[in-house]
């Protein structure tokens, strides 16, 4: 069954802080991985999207990092910021589907204190 | 910043009333998906669309029904409205083989 469990379930966190989300999947066959923020009330936005091939990917203050091998990836956030406070998600897709069908985590809610 | 929209972004309705939820692109993407989504808990896709005319049932089962006559437009219609159907429903497009999707701000239904 295609799963993705996403730790911890909540993190808060103080301001200017360093934060790492982890995610494992099971997802097959692995097309790619992607960290979604949604803010709440809010609809997702792509934070990083990675490939089999790929280890790592920034996007600023986020790092996403990625093994195909052992089927985990990690978020790091840091010097975290009030705006930072949001859930985050990680989605997988899979190759096998011209749908592009999307596994979804649960997301860490991250709260991040002044 | 996409250009998804959905309208309403909230909406509170009574039981049995009949309610179509907007969702419009303006990327000119071919698939479009609705979404489900109860607080802290993971996004299910209800409904999909590869392009005009095209709909269908996604994993979690839903009374709702969908329409694309446009491909920039996929509306989502409940016919009699109950309060399980409570919940926020995201509507996303998107193209590519990165199968990237954009996602809308949502619609918060409450059924009394």
């Known amino acids: 069954k295609n799963q993705v469990e996403q730790s911890p379930q909540s993190l808060i966190i103080l301001e200017g802080k360093n934060c790492t989300l982890q995610?494992?999947?099971?997802?097959?066959?692995?097309?790619?991985l992607r960290w979604y923020k949604q803010d709440t009330g809010r609809g997702p936005v792509s934070l990083t999207i990675?490939?089999?091939?790929?280890n790592t990917k920034s996007n600023g203050r986020y790092t996403a990092t990625l093994d195909a091998d052992t089927k985990q990836s990690s978020l790091h956030i840091t010097a975290s910021q009030l705006s930072d406070s949001a859930s985050y998600i990680c989605?997988?897709?899979?190759?096998?589907?011209?749908?592009?069908?999307?596994?979804f985590g649960r997301g860490t809610q991250l709260t991040v204190w002044p | 910043e996409a250009d998804i929209y959905q309208t309403p972004r909230y909406l509170v309705i009574g039981t049995g009333k009949k309610i179509t939820l907007e969702c419009s692109q303006t990327m000119g993407h071919d698939k479009m998906y609705w979404y489900q989504q109860d607080p802290g808990m993971e996004l299910h896709l209800i409904h999909y669309?590869?392009?005009?005319?095209?709909?269908e049932k996604g994993d979690l089962s839903s009374e709702s029904t969908v329409s694309r006559i446009r491909t920039e437009h996929f509306p989502l219609t409940l016919e009699s409205a109950r309060p399980s159907h409570t919940s926020q429903y995201l509507c996303?497009?998107?193209?590519?083989?990165?199968?990237?999707?954009?996602f809308g701000p949502g619609t918060r239904l409450t059924v009394t």
């Open positions: 990675m490939t089999f091939s790929e």
């Open positions: 996303a497009s998107g193209e590519g083989r990165t199968y990237e999707q954009y």
């Open positions: 669309s590869y392009g005009v005319n095209s709909t």
């Open positions: 989605v997988v897709s899979d190759r096998g589907s011209t749908l592009g069908r999307l596994y």
């Open positions: 995610c494992n999947y099971t997802v097959s066959p692995f097309s790619n």
